[in-house]
């Protein structure tokens, strides 16, 4: 009895690892599936903090950002249905044997301001994903010890079938999302998202101005209530922030006119209206393959007296390369190369925005064809945010994805049932 009690507990153990192992890779690579060029990015800067960048060929961060997710996937899809369990387990613990002294060394030094690993969906600091990988490195472990107590979910026969599906469902989709943009956008300049909004500290900002004085060489701050007398001589203002408030969204974005230099960031903002932004990080790396489509955007701007502005982190070499290039017209202006790859993950990408709100955003593979002769955005569906909720876009891609591994699985419960059952039949046969 107590044998018996001892291996439902050890069964429950191993199972709950099992469970919390290929959720957490499974999210993991999801978040990574979907935005891969933020992944990208991401390994950009972990090359070049490690002073290894300039080494990489300029394709290797995506590959290996897209390789990253089909790995964590493939291994989280396998430990979820108990396919191959012990070759999956081994490799399960190499992957946390890896990472988590990797943690450890990122969350002492700081390299990057956080790990990436679950993308802009939810971000960690460098030691909570250390802790995060410790769980995993523990499960790992009892995966390694019981192979054969982690339940199946699906028979022997179907598993190629259920890992092939998993291996192609990943790969269709990080390729869409690479082609176009991000299906699930996660950061704070989002189809709808008021970017004066964000910009704003949330919660109860006020502030207090005190006046520095001095008095016989000491010095004192006072307020309002408590201004001292004319025996003290003012020296200096203070304004402290008082009561709590959460640090806004976004806190990085500057928009700054070429070559005047000129700080625009408030003025476009709060202007009314629509307007047009062509994102380009890097103009030296951007596609020029659309020029023309750039150009008829921009008389299409014209023809309706909306604002068309390029937004880019270039040098004055760059900007005039781009011209030259293409001929443009548009007015330049500077912003930090991050808050570019933030608002729109394509190099160049289009973001039309009415007011502060962001109305829709495209790649530079699905500029919207739009010249002279077109409508105005008012009466055009461009026109108006576009919105689905990160709980629709989530429920879609999970239906697209459980669906099919559902109707497999209940094809294969139907047909091992149908073996017991012929076994089970045979067997009474021979007894009687």
Sequence with gaps: MADKVKKSILWVLVNVCRLLVACTFIFSAIVKIIDPRGTEYKLQDYAEAFGVGYLLPSYVPLVLAVLLGLVEFRIGVNTLFGIRRRSTSWLTLAFMLVMTPLTLYIAIAEPVSDCGCFGDALVLTGWQTFFKNLVLLGAAIVLVCYPRLQSRLISEALQWTISMYALLYALVLAGYCIYRLPVIDFRPYHIGSDIVEAMTPKGDVQFETKFLMEKNGELRLF????????????????????????????????????????????????????????????????????????????????????????????????????????????????????????????????????????????????????????????????????????MQRTVTLFLWFVVPLVVITFIDRIWLGQRMYRAYLKRKKKTE
């Design 223 to 390: 307020s309002t209530e408590d201004y001292p007398d004319s025996t003290w001589t003012f020296v200096d203002t203070k304004t402290e922030q008082i009561g709590d408030a959460e640090a806004p969204e976004i806190d990085n974005l500057q928009i700054v006119t070429y070559p005047d230099g000129d700080d625009i960031t408030e003025d476009i903002l709060t202007a009314e209206g629509y307007k047009f932004f062509l994102v380009a990080p890097y103009l030296e790396f951007a596609d020029d393959g659309n020029m023309d489509a750039y150009e008829r955007l921009y008389d299409y701007a014209q023809h309706y007296d909306y604002p068309f502005y390029c937004l880019t982190a270039s040098g004055k070499e760059g900007i005039q390369r781009w011209t030259d290039q293409t001929g443009a017209e548009y007015p330049f202006c500077h912003t930090d190369a991050v808050t570019l790859k933030t608002i729109v993950r394509s190099n160049p990408g289009l973001v039309l925005m009415n007011g502060s709100v962001v109305v829709a955003k495209w790649p530079c593979t699905d500029l919207p064809d739009l010249d002279e002769d077109s409508e105005p955005l008012d009466k055009l569906p461009i026109g108006k945010p576009q919105l689905q909720s990160h």
